[in-house]
């Protein structure tokens, strides 16, 4: 690789001094550049560039990742549409683009899509990794002279004696856009320039002919991009610049229906290429429209792109010269491997005649015959391998599982034998069948799932779950809407990070109003304390959809969500997988109670108790030694058992369960939620206000499976208080549906587990039972002073391996509990009798070794 070009210059004029002058020169520099570029035949209408406000925001491109807001800019020709981020405040496509106190993007490449296809799946390209603020991003050419130029311009001296300029230039019948990024140093001291761009979010990209290629997160979406140097020397890494000398590079970027074809548009920048055509087809001419083409350079085979046929099994894209191998795979059918040598100038036809995909018809139903939501597991057995249907964010084959909005679908599949399980959440039953599926065949599953557990006045609610919106993930929102639905989740508030977002017309869309229903939210999220809340109005076309901004104060933020767009009596708020230590016990972290932030427990309606994790209510403890995300000895607290302690104290916030979902297959939704009451069963006639409500007075059910109910002989729910001077009876009743079980009901009086109230089916046998009621006794609880009570159910002997497969929810127990029931004994209200169940509260700055000396022999 040649050294990159370095130039020294005299003295620097102002941006605007300079104008004139840099785009006469940059129009000699580029001229054989941009007739290359321009090679193709002309078009009948010239390229655009114009800035967007209210009364435009239709002219704004979509897409899954579309992220353009009122403000912005588009570049758009005949062939393309862009959107390039507006010089605004907090202007960054989504939460997570980028971390950091400079983690702002104005001035960046945010949307790029074929026109007229509203497809785009690119976060973010961030030219020399580009972030923090700009000095301007403006219109230089709006097109009216055959090219559209847009220029952001970072100036030396907000940027530490660096000047930047990026510009996106546009002309008709490019299928992308021309990037050039002009780096000055304009101190008087050598400085280091980063070089290296930056793009968002793709799970599947590479490199091929020195051109980065990504596919869309989602392969079924057909969408691609590639960009490469097509001017300028290379460059990667960090480059040292003297005073006065400017490093100017430029490159395409490419988009089309697969990476091959946009890495073909790069490619044929930088010489000549051939073109590739061909279809897909079965035997009798049908067209296979969800193949994928893998094209390895044969003399470099680790290097590859893929293409997909188009809706006619058609594809078409360039290569630079050179021999490959083409191998179109699809699921259910054999791969086809052919040959494929290119001449620069040539064509090359490559048809690809595959076998009739085998697969399972489903064809799934209630008890009265309706198609409903559900989701599938593919087991391999006797030999066969487990299949891999796609991506694990998606719902139309993740992993090994699929999930459906509907109970009438097919699922291509290798031939093989399987073991097939079919659920709908924890209220239904299963259906389990083998077969055995042979090359080209098809075989049927059919059946009912009956809905054997009996939720009469409850609706299942999950709190907390995400799609791409949220920006730390790329699970499209139907697919989460799917999956919410698969695992039957009635009511689940719509709680994207950083922006306030609505689901509903998502589900309006996928036919699935009778089975779930939402209401428009956010997760405000920092470095600190997450919160959830709804209900609110998003404003489309602002910057996080009108959302407010998270402050390090808890309270505020608390505050902030309580009185946003006015304010609300039924609005919940909730802390997410909170820092019991930080937020109550230790603020500073300094190993010394604090309090935590002071008055932030009177602000709040809830936290989660449980998001995602194997129960630790019952540890008998406020931490362990664990494990971190790179397997190294750290402290975890125990959630769970510290709000036991904090209930002793007095804090009244409701716990909840939560799946805090961010895929599909893996941390998706299933097993943790909540059970609330409704005057109605009727997803469509949930009433978001009673249901906060409930919550809100923690009349709720915490489980990853049984369905636990409990009341006082008075009717007090959990949540409520009774009046009961001696103590009480509890009602208790647990439900499992045919592939969950218990084996442990305990109840907690003030936080710790009785052993006259522990009841296994070893030590009670006659009390459990094998049907779908698996317990069901009254107890009597003696008091002598005011108490809150908790029953718990487990299972633990069991897991949840047959709902959830080889998905990590399988390794949970069967575990459900409730909001406490409050008893005042002596009628002067309740009061909390300050127990810390044998242990300190917890503070920072344990360390590993304390802890294990702590809990030895525990």
């Not at 391998?385 to 009438?408: E, F, I, M, T, W």
């Not at 039924?570 to 309090?595: K, T, Y």
Request: aromatic letters at 8%.
């Amino acid at each position: 690789m040649k050294p990159p070009i370095v130039t020294r210059a005299g003295p620097w004029r102002s941006p605007e001094a300079k104008q004139g002058r840099q785009s006469r020169g940059r129009t000699a520099r580029f001229a054989a550049l941009l007739a290359l570029l321009a090679a193709s035949p002309a078009s009948s209408a010239a390229p655009e560039a114009f800035a967007t406000g209210p009364n435009n925001t239709g002219q704004l491109p979509r897409g899954k990742e579309a992220d353009g807001i009122a403000g912005d800019f588009v570049l758009r020709n005949n062939k393309v549409a862009a959107v390039i981020s507006a010089n605004l405040p907090l202007r960054r496509a989504n939460m997570s683009t980028f971390y950091g106190a400079t983690g702002i993007t104005p001035g960046c490449l945010y949307d790029l899509t074929l026109r007229g296809a509203n497809n785009d799946q690119l976060t973010i390209f961030s030219p020399a990794g580009q972030m923090g603020p700009v000095a301007h991003v403006r219109i230089v050419r709006d097109g009216s002279d055959g090219e559209a130029l847009i220029e952001t311009f970072v100036s030396a001296p907000g940027n530490n004696g660096l000047s930047k300029r990026h510009e996106y230039r546009l002309r008709d019948d490019w299928q992308g856009v021309l990037v050039t990024t002009t780096l000055r140093n304009e101190g008087e001291t050598p400085l280091k320039a980063a070089t290296d761009d930056r793009w968002a979010t793709f799970a599947l990209s590479g490199s091929i002919f020195g051109v980065t290629w990504a596919d869309a997160v989602d392969p079924a979406d057909k969408a691609g991009y590639a960009y490469g140097i097509v001017d300028g020397p290379p460059v990667s890494g960090t480059r040292d610049l003297k005073p006065g000398e400017t490093l100017s590079y430029s490159r395409f970027l490419a988009v089309g229906t697969s990476p091959a074809e946009a890495v073909g548009l790069v490619a044929a920048r930088r010489g000549k290429t051939g073109l590739v055509s061909g279809h897909v087809r079965e035997a009798d001419g049908a067209a296979v429209t969800t193949a994928a083409l893998t094209i390895r350079s044969a003399a470099n085979p680790d290097t590859r792109t893929i293409a997909y046929p188009d809706g006619q099994g058609r594809f078409t894209f360039h290569l630079p010269e050179g021999e490959y191998s083409v191998e179109a795979a699809d699921s259910g059918r054999a791969p086809v491997k052919r040959p494929l040598k290119l001449i620069a100038g040539g064509n090359a036809q490559v048809d690809v005649t595959m076998v009739r995909a085998a697969g399972v018809n489903l064809e799934i139903a209630d008890e009265q015959g309706r198609s409903i939501p559900c989701k599938v597991q593919f087991h391999g057995i006797e030999g066969t391998k487990s299949p891999h249907l796609g991506p694990q964010n998606r719902a139309h084959g993740c992993v090994d599982q699929y999930h459906s909005a509907q109970g009438r679908f097919r699922v291509p599949l290798p031939p093989g034998k399987y073991k097939v399980i079919v659920t709908r959440g924890i209220e239904y039953s299963h259906l389990q069948q083998t077969i055995d599926l042979r090359p080209e065949k098809a075989v049927q599953v059919k059946g009912v799932l009956h809905r054997l557990v009996d939720t009469t006045g409850w609706i299942s609610a999950d709190y907390h779950s995400h799609s791409t919106p949220s920006g730390d993930n790329t699970c499209g929102t139907d697919d989460r809407i799917i999956n919410l639905a698969a695992e039957h989740i009635e009511f689940a508030p719509t709680t994207e990070h950083n922006r306030l977002y609505d689901w509903r017309p998502n589900i309006g869309k996928l036919g699935l109003g009778d089975f779930i229903h939402t209401v428009p939210g956010i997760e405000l999220t920092g470095g600190g304390a997450h919160m959830n809340s709804f209900p609110f109005s998003p404003e489309p076309f602002k910057q996080d959809n009108g959302a407010p901004v998270w402050n390090p104060d808890s309270r505020i933020t608390a505050i902030t969500l309580r009185d946003w767009q006015g304010a609300e009596p039924d609005r919940w708020i909730q802390i997410n997988h909170p820092d019991m230590v930080a937020n109550f016990i230790d603020r500073n972290a300094d190993g010394e109670v604090d309090g935590g932030f002071r008055g932030l427990a009177e602000l709040i309606d809830g936290i989660e108790t449980q998001n995602y994790a194997t129960s630790e209510l019952l540890s008998g403890r406020p931490f362990r030694v664990g494990k971190n995300n790179v397997r190294q000895d750290v402290v975890l607290y125990h959630r769970e058992f510290i709000w036991l302690q904090m209930l002793n104290r007095g804090h009244r916030y409701a716990a909840m369960a939560v799946s805090d979902a961010h895929s599909v297959y893996g941390n998706g939704v299933g097993s943790w939620r909540m059970y609330m009451p409704s005057k109605s069963d009727h997803p469509p006639e949930i009433d978001w206000r009673e249901n906060s409500r409930h919550a809100k007075a923690g009349r709720s059910i915490l489980t990853s499976g049984p369905f636990l109910q409990v009341r006082t002989d008075d009717g007090t729910l959990p949540g409520g208080t009774t009046r009961a001077s001696g103590g009480v009876k509890l009602s208790v009743k647990v439900q499992c549906t045919d592939w969950i079980d218990i084996d442990r009901v305990q109840v907690l009086v003030n936080g710790r587990p009785r052993k006259e109230y522990n009841f296994t089916r070893q030590t009670h046998a006659d009390w459990f039972s094998n049907g779908i009621i698996k317990f069901e006794r009254t107890i009597a609880v003696p008091l002598s002073q005011d108490a809150h009570i908790i029953v718990v159910a487990v299972g633990e002997k069991f897991d949840l391996s047959t709902g959830y497969g080889t998905s990590p929810q399988s390794r949970l127990k069967p575990f459900a509990y409730h909001n406490p029931i409050f008893v005042d004994v002596d009628g002067s209200g309740f009061t909390p009798d300050g127990d810390l169940l044998d242990w300190p509260l917890p503070v920072k700055k344990l360390t590993v070794e304390e802890v294990r000396k702590l809990t030895a022999g525990l």
